[in-house]
């Protein structure tokens, strides 16, 4: 982690303010494995585990929420390929995604956000070539991509296709002013009769949808939950460190009751969204069937903490990091994203729900 503290380097709130992180900065870390560090090392990849995996996230997340953003559309690109695709698609694309190629995953639209039934992008078999029209909304780390990997209506079924951002009839257009995460790269895209070779449909078409989106979302789901306790790390860091040292009546801010309660609660915040996560990532690396739900559990604990912690460290900083661009004021908006993200704290409680139902005895 030494070798990415020294690129990303005191940079996070220049990203933030300017709303951009340096390409070439990506690349060097997509080079270097670091963007999708799962993927094998059959594929040039550096094989981490999903445990090992979520400690980096967190890590890259309590310097960057961004950067750990685009590091979580990455890797749902890496892990979509190696889930859906044939073995010839997954031998072409994830060595391009482990040595500098950028890319990004397209679900929402306008009128398809949790219900992604509903979704109009259409994908049609044409011969030996698929003709690709719709649009995307909000696609994290879309701005920098190379790749794009779009899921559509398919075949009375659905399909995720990897368009080349470079594609004609692909239209890139950057979100403007975006609450959090604001060097992420979000973007909307068009596609107009995309065409592209059959080949470029991963796997078979017409699969079913809730196969294709869980898959992919699963991958997202633990990323941004791993990201959300680095957030709290660092909130706990910068708030403890400041009710150390900011005296107020004659002592240290951290020695009055009501400031080490926020102290204390974002402990104890921290502590129960890294237990989760570690207990989702050991179900996926143990290929566990509690993995989807596990998942599901440790994105809405991680989240909902990350959201009530960021703002008990603003409190504490109070004039201190109420400045745009510092730690705490980005995680501040960063972390309600987080709320809504991959899905949102409703969808997740409506799927905990449903399980707590199902697995009654």
Known sequence: MKAIDTLI?????????????????????????????????????RGLSSRANGELTAHVGSRCSSLRSVMTSQGMAAWTIQRLANRDQSAELLPQLVSGRLAAVGFSETDAGS?????????????????????????????YADLLVVFGQCDG??????????????TVERVADPMGCRAAGHANLRFDSVRLPASSVLGSPGAPLPLLVTTALAYGRISVAWGCVGILRACRNTAARH????????????????????????????QTASRACEHASDCWDAGSPDMVISTVL??????????????????????????????VARAYRDAKLMEIIEGSNEICQLILAQHAVSTAE
């Open 298 to 327: 440790a994105k809405h604990v991680s989240a909902g903490h990350a959201a009530t912690g960021a703002a008990s460290a603003v409190q504490v900083m109070a004039s201190a990091g109420a400045r745009d661009g510092h730690v």
């Open 9 to 45: 380097g005191d940079q996070p709130e220049h990203w933030d303010l300017d709303g951009q992180i340096p390409r070439h900065l990506l690349s060097t870390l997509g080079a270097q494995g670091w963007l999708c560090a799962e993927v094998a090392a059959t594929h040039g990849g």
């Open 243 to 270: 009710a150390a040292t900011r005296k107020q009546s004659g002592k240290p801010i951290g020695e009055h009751q009501l400031v080490g309660r926020h102290l204390a609660e974002l402990f104890v915040a921290e």
């Open 115 to 143: 219900d992604l039934s509903t979704m109009s992008t259409t994908i049609t078999l044409d011969g030996d070539s698929v003709v690709l029209d719709g649009h995307k909304v909000w696609v994290t780390g879309a701005y």
């Open 157 to 170: 079924g659905a399909a995720a296709v990897v368009v080349p951002a470079s594609a004609p009839g692909v």
